[in-house]
């Protein structure tokens, strides 16, 4: 059984960093795309970062480029989400997600939250100004 738990987020104020982990257990993750994504209240889930099997090719949001890093540790499989320069905007619950199917190391990942089949429980980051 596939399970993604994720520790880290929590309360900071503008400027400030975080981090999000995400550890997989069931099946091994590195073969699969991993992604970020984040929902506000009354607003869509929206894909935040991406990142691939192999861990060297990343997608981001346009509106945490730069300010958000999305990394890998295949050994524990685990997804990271360093998320610095906060901003009050940046407030809302993260999910971290994976594919269902495997993926070629290498590719890059896509970021339509229908590709991804699992989901982490959702952690609170709350960003004051």
């Known amino acids: 059984q596939v399970h993604l738990v994720q520790s880290g987020g929590g309360s900071v104020q503008a400027g400030g960093s975080l981090r999000l982990s995400c550890a997989a257990s069931g099946y091994t993750s590195s073969s699969r795309c991993m992604a970020w994504f984040r929902q506000a209240p009354g607003q869509e889930r929206e894909g935040v970062a991406t990142i691939a099997p192999g861990g060297g090719s990343t997608y981001y949001a346009d509106s945490v480029k730069g300010r958000f890093t999305i990394s890998r540790d295949n050994a524990k499989n685990t997804v990271y989400l360093h998320m610095n320069s906060l901003k009050p905007e940046d407030s809302a619950m993260y999910y971290c997600?994976?594919?269902?199917?495997?993926?070629?190391?290498?590719w890059g990942c896509g970021m339509s939250k229908d590709t991804y089949n699992y989901w982490g429980q959702g952690t609170q980051v709350t960003v004051s100004s």
């Open positions: 997600a994976a594919h269902a199917e495997a993926w070629p190391r290498n």
